[in-house]
């Protein structure tokens, strides 16, 4: 089991809006910053939010993250085939002096 | 552009050892902080091992303490894994990654350890 909490799937219809929520406590994301990943298949993961809202260069702006609390959440509004994907939220656990990855969600386009 | 180029991976029996290698090129090696991550299916991305960019500490996921050690070359630009003790469960895609907590993250495409009799 994931120290940082994400549902194993999600879906919703090109267009629409979708978000993936991330939970933990209060040593990883309660007082540290979030990362979100995008892992399309066969290739390694890419960087899609830092700093919990904060997109790099490139990342499409329909794109976006938030965290309040102990939790974090990546949104994905306009929904294309593109971003079907496995996503990932990361942090740093204060407690275990380690990085924490979330289980990863499964996106599927329907 | 930058590069990290993994290897060392390959086929090895239980209770074997195989050291990774990560060659970085298209960046300041010595600047970044460096680590190890590895992919399973059954238990997706798993935090290996750390290493500050002197190499003067270092950060490990707590069961693999005592049979992994990272290490790094910045004049050689190189990050390193050895693994020692290898069981099934090491069995994985290992990445070597660039500042993984940054906006400056950046993965190499990986290397696979199979762990096998």
């Known amino acids: 089991q994931s120290v940082l909490t994400q549902p194993p799937s999600a879906s919703g219809t090109p267009g629409q809006r979708v978000t993936i929520p991330c939970s933990g406590s209060?040593?990883?994301?309660?007082?540290?910053?979030v990362q979100w990943y995008q892992q399309l298949p066969g290739t390694a993961p890419k960087l899609l939010i830092y700093?919990?809202?904060q997109r790099p260069s490139g990342v499409p702006d329909r794109i976006s993250g938030s965290k309040s609390g102990t939790s974090a959440s990546l949104a994905i509004s306009g929904l294309q085939s593109e971003d079907e994907a496995d996503y990932y939220c990361?942090?740093?656990?204060?407690?275990?002096?380690?990085?924490?990855f979330g289980g990863g969600t499964k996106l599927t386009v329907l | 552009e930058v590069q990290l180029v993994e290897s060392g991976g390959g086929l090895v029996q239980p209770g074997g050892s195989l050291r990774l290698s990560c060659a970085a090129s298209g960046f300041t090696f010595s600047d970044f902080w460096m680590t190890w991550v590895r992919q399973t299916p059954g238990r997706g991305l798993e935090w290996v091992a750390t290493?500050?960019?002197?190499?003067?500490?270092?950060y490990y996921v707590d069961p693999l303490k005592g049979r992994f050690t990272i290490s790094r070359d910045n004049a050689k630009k190189s990050l390193y894994l050895q693994m020692n003790s290898l069981s099934v469960e090491d069995t994985a895609l290992y990445y070597c990654v660039r500042a993984i907590l940054s906006v400056t993250s950046y993965w190499g495409p990986g290397t696979l350890v199979t762990v096998s009799s």
């Open positions: 209060s040593s990883n994301i309660g007082r540290k910053t």
């Open positions: 290493i500050k960019p002197d190499g003067s500490e270092k």
């Open positions: 990361v942090g740093w656990d204060d407690s275990l002096n380690a990085v924490v």
């Open positions: 700093n919990n809202d």
